[in-house]
Every structure is written in structure tokens, then in C-alpha cells.
């Protein structure tokens, strides 16, 4: 094909602006780890990672030699090189040798998403490709890093690492969805629920910025939101898509401390709260129009991509959230009418949700888990009805035997609404499941970066469909939000945002782990949270900058038994307050490092009971060399039991499986076991 001249345009200079973004730079360079020959015969190169950039190589060959690069994220079961996620991608590098000596060749204005490059005439084929003549270079927005986290379980720490690699290779200038099949939009329902975590990992203030300001461009004039941005597709305003205008902002701000942000959005967050008010004869429930749901989550329908949880729900609970972040805006900058007008709406929105999915007796009508997600984290509920509902979504994954089933919209805020409620030993639990379909599943399977299904490889090898099936997609990575906030305890105090406050409240509830940190480089300096277990006792430790303060809760702590750095709290330097509550003792404190030393409290061990489920005792080696040494065979054939207590065995309806002498040893040596 021949080159096409270029052709000069009169244009006007007065939309030209400077480059608002970070720039896209290589900020790492990832050398292949092996050189496979697969069973079908390709050479294949293992880079270890799935990435986001180029490959560099080196060649010394004749002139006109033509080398052929092609990308792919995973492999069949079988070993063969697989790219049939990719769909229509090309992913394909050519490279025609000059024949000059030593060449160094990597492609401009593209990327790939790949962890495989499967190489095709390189000189030295066929044999063994040589490594030293390729490097993988990672592109991204070049965001400063500003988090940290690590914990005593090491799949965790993987999934962490994957997290943030997923940010890096779909924060390329656009949040993207993925970075590899022909699609690489800007899906603003990603963005929105990925946004808290992302802000952890790296100061995205300029990325978001830039991106909201394409945003607000692209709105229409009635305040509808573009499904991606830059609007690509021409689809409109589906709820926790649109959000995206209100809740980024708002996390921008929360993150930052910074109000122009704020301002400057402050139109284009009101003009979506203000369409979707105007949708449909219904003034303060969002029944009209298309929405995504509870995408991808495993309740769907046969067929369907759309979760169980009504979609009319979902678009009640994020009216009621976007309300009140505009009215929380308006409180921010003084628009105190406003502020008003948008706290009356979220109020009467958050009533009609009640009226509309809450049953008279105080349940969540639709009975799944992101119904009744919604319900607790958006604060949809009364105060009388929160205790039952906590419960019952407990009970909804216990009796999925501590396994998830929601999608895109539930999966970001299901730990905190265990957590927030009185069940995160259970939110430790689902973040520890390594079965599917689990956060560590994919981590189990050896996965890199985060996974658009959670079984997009399955346990026999095989792939979920080709037409949707990414291994680079960041959404339900999500979760790292909670694992900072809720694990290690660090975050940003809603009252003075961008860490002139910090709150440092670690949850060690159950005893799943045993430490846990978190570091976040904010503006005022580097804030840190952590704690561990030592000699019987607890530790919590606490990083604040300069010019900062916190409060800090020691769960299960009591005054008298507290030590900062071996002193008493009377007599420690850098505490302003402290008092006692019922969860434990919150102290607050200035600028400074702090070891608080105190009695480990009972709730922070794992314990046993004849009232835990037998398929939960079993998961547990010391609960299982109970049950085995006191009923050999048992815990092989729990059949109809596995979701049964241990009483119901010595005591059911339909016969014992147990004596009640077994029984009774089993119960008591489990209610003697801390861990």
C-alpha cells in the first residue's frame, strides 16, 4: 500500500491545550523467562508477566529477513500457544531486516497485552531462542506509586501484586477495560468501582483529571453518561456506569484533599443526578432504560451476562449514592442551597428504595448477595433492619460454603459489607478461598493480573468463551480498597480528606492472618498502618507525617493494658486523647511512629465450635485432626452434613453419624483450640 500524503488543515488554535495527563513512558523493562518449543512446534517466548508494552530485540540478519511477533495472554492446557480471547486483534509485530549489522527494533504507537510472543523467523530458528536478544518493555500513565500492601499469606500478596499490575497495563492515558482483544475502551463502570483501590496503588489525580474532563465532554446535554469514555460506542447512561461522574470525583477528592477537582466537575456530577431524575414516570425510582446490573455475576440467567440482582435495584441504590455525593460536593464548596436540595432528594430516594426492595419485615426482597450488598454499604436500610440483613448475606455465603456469586457491581463493597457489619471474619474467609470461584482462584491457576471472569481458565484447563474472556481486566481487583481500609486499617478520615487525618483501624477479627501493612505516600508524607501478633500480645503499628494526626482504634483493647513503645498511654509522647469504647480504645495522636503493645484479645484467634458447619471445620487442619482422630473416616463422607453443624450429626432428624460420645470429645477439644 502506498503512503498517503499528508494534507494541511486550517485550524483554530483556541481548544488546544497542554498535555493534562502524566505522560505514557516505559517504566519497566521484563526479560523472558524461558523459550518454549510447544507441542504444535511454535517458539514461544515466557516473559512471566502479563504485561502491557512492546518487545525489544536485537537481530543480526540478511536483508529482508522477515521476523513475525505475535502476542497472547495465556496458553491452551495443552502447552500450544492460544489466542483465541485476542478475537479479532491482530497483536502481530512485523519486522523486515535491513541487513546492516546489528538491529534493534521495537514498534511506536501501539501496545499489546501478553505474557506469550509467539517469534517467527528469527535467524536463529529453528533451536532454542535466544533471551538475551529480547526485552519486554512495560508501558503506562508513569503515575508516582504511592501504596503499599503486604500480609502473612503470600496468595494474597500475589493477588495484590496482580492488582497493581492490572491498573498498570489498563491505565494507559484511558482507564481501559483491557488492554489486548479488539475492544481497549474507556468503560466507565470499571473505572467507577476500581477507582478507590486504584487511588491507593498510585496518585491518579492527574490520570482522572484528564479522563473526567473527556468525561464531561462527552456528556450530553440532558446529563446522560457515555457507556466509555472517549465515547466510542455511543451508549448511554446505565447506573454504576454513569456513576462514574459522581463517584470518581468524590474519591479523587477523599484521596487528595483537593477541591478544584470538585468544582470543576460540580456541573457534570449535578447534570447526571438530574437525568436520572427525570427518567421514566417514577420520580424517585430509575425504572426506564438499558442497564448492565450486576454484570457478570454467577447468578445470572443461562445465557445472560446480567445478574440476578434486579436491575432496577441496582439503579435505586446508586441514585441514592450519587445524590448524596453531590450534596456532600455542594456541602464542600458552599453551595449550601444546593446541599439542601440534593439531601432532600437522596433522602426520598433512600425511602423509595425501601418501600420499593425491602419487605415490610425488614428483609432484602431479592436474595442475592449484591441486593443485600447494596443495601447495607449505600446505608439503604433502617437502623432496626441492618442486624438481620448483615445476617442473612452472611448466611448467603456460608451457605455457598464461603464462596461469592456477585459481578461487577457487588463484588467491590461485599468484603466491607461483612466487615462493616459484625462478619469480617467472614470477608477474611472469602478473600482466603482458593476454590471457584475465589479472588485466589485465578492466583492458584497462576495468574499475573486480575481476570475479567472468575474462571476464566477452568479447573480442567479449559477456557471460558472466547468472545469474552480477558486475563488482564481490573474490576474485581477492586477488593484491594478493603484489603488496605479493612486489613491493614489505613485510610484517609472523611472530615479532612487527603490524609490531614488518617484513620488507622486494623480488623484482625478470627485470626486468618497474622500481620498485616500498609503504607500510602500522601502529601504530607508517608502514613503507615500495621499490626502483628508477638508473645501473646498484639501490635499495632502507626506512621504519621508532619503537619497530620489520627485516630487510631486498638480493637479489643483496654486502657490499663495498653503500651506505646513500652510507656503507658498516660505517659506517652505524641497522644492527644484517649478514651474507651466498647470495640476497644481509640486514641488519637500526632505526627510521629507508634508501637501500641496490648493483650491479644479472644477475637483475634481462630476458634472452633460444635456450632460451625462441617464442611467449614474440615477446611481447617486442626479442626479436621479432631474429627479424624475421634471418628476415622468421617470428615471423607460428610455427603448431606457438609452444610450441617456438628450437632446435627450426633442429633438429626434423620439419624445420628455420630455417637453421642463422639460427639461430645469432638465439641469439646474443638472448644479448646486457639489459633
Known amino acids: 500500500m502506498a503512503w498517503i500524503p499528508a494534507v494541511a488543515i486550517e485550524l483554530p488554535f483556541a481548544n488546544l491545550v497542554a498535555q493534562e495527563n502524566v505522560p505514557t513512558r516505559v517504566t519497566e523493562l521484563v526479560k523472558p523467562i524461558a523459550a518454549i518449543a510447544t507441542p504444535e512446534g511454535d517458539a514461544v517466548l515466557d516473559m512471566g508477566q502479563n504485561m502491557v508494552g512492546r518487545i525489544r530485540f536485537s537481530v543480526t540478519a540478511p536483508a529482508g529477513t522477515e521476523i513475525k511477533l505475535t502476542h497472547a495472554e495465556v496458553l491452551d492446557k495443552d502447552g500450544n500457544f492460544y489466542r483465541g480471547n485476542i478475537r479479532t486483534a491482530k497483536q502481530t509485530v512485523v519486522y523486515i531486516a535491513k541487513g546492516e549489522g546489528t538491529e534493534t527494533y521495537a ?13 517467527e523467523g528469527f535467524p536463529e530458528q529453528p533451536g532454542e531462542l535466544p533471551l538475551d536478544a529480547f526485552v519486554g518493555e512495560v508501558l503506562h500513565s508513569d503515575m508516582e506509586p504511592t501504596g503499599a500492601f503486604e500480609c502473612s499469606d503470600e496468595m494474597v500478596n500475589r493477588l495484590q501484586r496482580n492488582i497493581v499490575w492490572g491498573q498498570r497495563g489498563n491505565f494507559l492515558d484511558v482507564p481501559t477495560d483491557c488492554p489486548q482483544r479488539d475492544e481497549r475502551l474507556g468503560w466507565t463502570g470499571d473505572a467507577q468501582v476500581f477507582a478507590g483501590t486504584a487511588l491507593f496503588n498510585y496518585n491518579g489525580g492527574a490520570f482522572f483529571t484528564k479522563w473526567l474532563r473527556d468525561l464531561q465532554a462527552d456528556q450530553l446535554p440532558d446529563g446522560g453518561v457515555p457507556f466509555v469514555v472517549p465515547n466510542i460506542i455511543q451508549g448511554y447512561s446505565s447506573a454504576a456506569w454513569g456513576d462514574a461522574a459522581t463517584v470518581i470525583p468524590w474519591a479523587v477528592y477523599a484521596s487528595l484533599g483537593d477541591k478544584r477537582l470538585l468544582a470543576e466537575q460540580y456541573g457534570s456530577m449535578k447534570g447526571w443526578v438530574d437525568y436520572i431524575r427525570s427518567q ?51 456541602g464542600v464548596l458552599g453551595y449550601a442551597d444546593d446541599e439542601a436540595y440534593y439531601g432532600e432528594l437522596a433522602e426520598r430516594v433512600a425511602a423509595a428504595f425501601r418501600d420499593e426492595f425491602i419487605t415490610p419485615n425488614g428483609r432484602v426482597a431479592a436474595q442475592t448477595q449484591t441486593a443485600h450488598i447494596l443495601a447495607l454499604v449505600f446505608d439503604l436500610v433502617d437502623t432496626k433492619d441492618r442486624a438481620r440483613i448483615a445476617k442473612d448475606l452472611n448466611e448467603l455465603i456460608v451457605d455457598n460454603d464461603y464462596h461469592l456469586t456477585t459481578g461487577f457491581v457487588g463484588t467491590p463493597y461485599l468484603c466491607f459489607a461483612l466487615s462493616d457489619n459484625g462478619y469480617h471474619e467472614t470477608a477474611v474467609k472469602l478473600l482466603l478461598q482458593k476454590t471457584y470461584p475465589s ?28 468472545d469474552m474472556n480477558s486475563f488482564n481486566h481490573y474490576a474485581y481487583g477492586a477488593v484491594g480498597e478493603w484489603m488496605y481500609r479493612r486489613i491493614a486499617g489505613l485510610s484517609p478520615d472523611g472530615a479532612k480528606p487527603g490524609y490531614k487525618r488518617i484513620r488507622i483501624e486494623p480488623d484482625f477479627t478470627g485470626g486468618r492472618l497474622s500481620y498485616a501493612r ?97 464442611g467449614e471445620l474440615v477446611q481447617w487442619d486442626a479442626a479436621k485432626r479432631v474429627l479424624d482422630r475421634h471418628a476415622p473416616g468421617f470428615s471423607e463422607q460428610l455427603g448431606h452434613l457438609r452444610n450441617m453443624p456438628l450437632g446435627m450429626a450426633a442429633n438429626g432428624p434423620m439419624g445420628s453419624a455420630l455417637s453421642k460420645e463422639q460427639y461430645e470429645a469432638i465439641a469439646g477439644e474443638l472448644s479448646s483450640l486457639r489459633e
Open 107 to 119: 514498534p511506536h504507537f501501539t501496545f499489546q497485552g501478553f505474557r506469550y510472543v509467539k517469534v
Open 518 to 614: 500498609a503504607a500510602y505516600e500522601s502529601m504530607y508524607g508517608k502514613v503507615e498502618a500495621g499490626w502483628g501478633f508477638k508473645d501473646g500480645q498484639a501490635e499495632v503499628y502507626a506512621t504519621v507525617p508532619a503537619n497530620a494526626s489520627a485516630t487510631i482504634l486498638l480493637r479489643g483493647a483496654v486502657i490499663d493494658g495498653v503500651a506505646v513503645d513500652g510507656i503507658d498511654l498516660a505517659g506517652a509522647q505524641g497522644i492527644l486523647s484517649y478514651r474507651q469504647q466498647p470495640e476497644g480504645v481509640l486514641i488519637e495522636v500526632g505526627s510521629g511512629h507508634y508501637v501500641f503493645a496490648f493483650a491479644r484479645p479472644k477475637s483475634s484467634y481462630r476458634t472452633y465450635s460444635a456450632d460451625m458447619r462441617l
Open 439 to 466: 479472588w485466589l482462584y485465578s492466583v492458584s491457576k497462576g495468574a499475573t493480573t486480575i481476570w475479567e471472569h472468575w474462571d476464566g481458565i477452568k479447573p480442567d484447563g479449559s477456557f471460558w468463551s472466547d
Open 280 to 330: 421514566g414516570e417514577r420520580e424517585h425510582i430509575w425504572n426506564t432504560g438499558f442497564h448492565f446490573g450486576d454484570w457478570l455475576a454467577l447468578d445470572a440467567k443461562e445465557g445472560s451476562y446480567m445478574g440476578a440482582t434486579p436491575n432496577h435495584m441496582v439503579t435505586a441504590a446508586y441514585f441514592a449514592l450519587s445524590s448524596r455525593i453531590v450534596r456532600d460536593t455542594a
